[in-house]
Nanobody, 126 residues
């Protein structure tokens, strides 16, 4: 059974940084595409970024480019989301997800991922 567990969220001030972690069990993170999504109250789940299995490329939503960085530690079977210069509009529950056969043009679609974590809350005060 594949499980994903996020951690690292919290209440921070605008301009701060956070590093979210997503630790997997049951499947190596190096063998799958790992995505990060977020969902703010009253809004749909939004793609943040993904690290693909096939070519180890990283893709980001335009809204977070330059501030968000995804990385992977295979030894710890963990994927990270580094968030810098946090803004109040970054407030959301952040989810990691994994999928096996996701073509790179489909990585923004939540339906392409087969396992999800429980989410970690990030709240940014102004």
């Amino acid at each position: 059974q594949v499980q994903l567990v996020e951690s690292g969220g919290g209440l921070v001030q605008a301009g701060d940084s956070l590093r979210l972690s997503c630790t997997a069990s049951g499947r190596p993170v190096s063998s799958v595409t790992m995505g990060w999504f977020r969902q703010a109250p009253g809004k749909e789940r939004e793609f943040v970024g993904a690290l693909t299995r096939s070519n180890n490329s990283v893709y980001y939503a335009d809204s977070v480019k330059g501030r968000f960085t995804i990385s992977r530690d295979n030894a710890k079977n963990t994927v990270y989301l580094q968030i810098n210069s946090l803004k109040p509009e970054d407030t959301a529950v952040y989810y990691c997800a994994s999928g096996v056969r996701i073509f790179w043009t489909m990585i923004r679609r939540p339906s392409e991922y087969d396992y999800w974590g429980q989410g970690t809350q990030v709240t940014v005060s102004s």
